[in-house]
């Protein structure tokens, strides 16, 4: 049996990190706010709460916006618009930038082209709204390098739920332990992976494997080739 490769998509193949900078430097600009590092700190802080609350079940994916504008501004003096639809609007703009800035890492796609062209199935599972991530995909020209594309959103349950993993498998047409996954969160990607039975690579797109991940995949992929055997 050949095995299949899934991935993760914001911090692994999609620069979330460097985007959202570019973007936060730019709406806290727009509303007077140098985006110092205690800045960008503060709102990258709010961004890891209320999306962690999102993806408890907490609140909606649309308040969770809301909230990270009620919590961020204010450290500004920047009083938060108290209509929902205010604070949509606001919240759009940085959208805008954030789109604007989008970009994935130098080697993704060659890395995705490479698996698949040695016969892997490559699959992606994110965490995520439907239409956000595919257009992501779309606008950074990764979209057609899967056979497989699985947001939360669309398969009804989320990482680090060993349910994801398993529907991820199946439309890879594979068994969960003859896929390997790759993320940058040990918990959401490498636990839940090896919680549903499949391999789990860890990388630090940022620190340790800026330059590249093939080498690390190829290693783990031999590997569980021996073990398959």
């Known amino acids: 049996m050949v095995p299949a ?32 590092s205690v800045a960008l700190e503060s709102w990258f802080a709010a961004e890891d709460e209320h999306f962690e609350r999102w993806r408890s ?7 969770q916006r809301r909230e990270r504008l009620r919590t961020v501004l204010p450290l500004f003096d920047v009083t938060p618009p108290i209509e929902e639809t205010e604070l949509d609007a606001l919240f759009d703009e940085y959208l805008h930038a954030y ?13 995705l082209h490479g698996l698949r062209s040695r016969g892997y199935r490559v699959g992606l599972l994110t965490n995520g709204t439907q239409a956000q991530q595919l257009d992501k995909l779309q606008q950074t020209g990764i979209a057609e390098a899967f056979d497989v594309i699985c947001t939360s959103e669309r398969i009804g349950v989320q990482k680090p739920n060993p349910r994801a993993f398993h529907i991820l498998a199946a439309e890879l047409g594979v ?35 800026a330059a590249g991940i093939q080498d690390l995949i190829d290693h783990e992929l031999a590997a569980l080739a021996r073990a398959l055997r």
């Not at 899934?6 to 460097?18: E, I, P, V, Y």
């Not at 985007?19 to 706010?33: D, E, P, T, W, Y």
């Not at 989008?102 to 060659?110: H, N, Q």
Request: charged share 25%.
């Open 5 to 36: 490769v899934g991935f993760d998509l914001d911090g692994t193949l999609f620069d979330h990190r460097g985007s959202a900078r570019v973007a936060a430097r730019s709406f806290l600009r727009s509303l007077g706010i140098a985006p110092t």
């Open 57 to 63: 079940g907490l609140v909606s994916f649309a308040e």
């Open 99 to 111: 789109r604007e800035a989008w970009r994935i890492f130098p080697d993704s796609l060659e890395t």
């Open 175 to 209: 068994e969960t332990s003859a896929c390997l996954f790759v993320g940058d969160n040990p918990a959401q990607d490498v636990e839940g992976a090896r919680a549903a039975g499949m391999r789990g690579l860890l990388v630090d797109r940022y620190e340790r494997h």
